[in-house]
């Protein structure tokens, strides 16, 4: 968990990765760095409300060949 101070005030945020149903040990760095793009990239959406309380991303890898001519 870590703090993001806002101009109105201090958010705490908890920030957890899963691959492949483990969950990684992430550094506060990377804790920092995940939380502040989520949170800045979901709240600039058009209909997200500003007391949102959870965001949730799920990233599925698709692996396809491709044939090169």
Do not use: N, P, Q
């Amino acid at each position: 968990m870590f703090l993001v101070t806002r101009c109105f005030g201090v958010i705490l945020l908890d920030v957890k990765l899963f691959v492949d149903g483990e969950e990684i040990d992430l550094s506060e760095f990377v804790v920092k760095i995940l939380g502040r793009i989520l949170m800045g990239a979901v709240t600039s959406l058009r209909g997200i409300k500003e007391d949102w309380k959870e965001i949730e991303v799920k990233v599925t890898k698709i692996e396809r060949s491709f044939e090169v001519e």
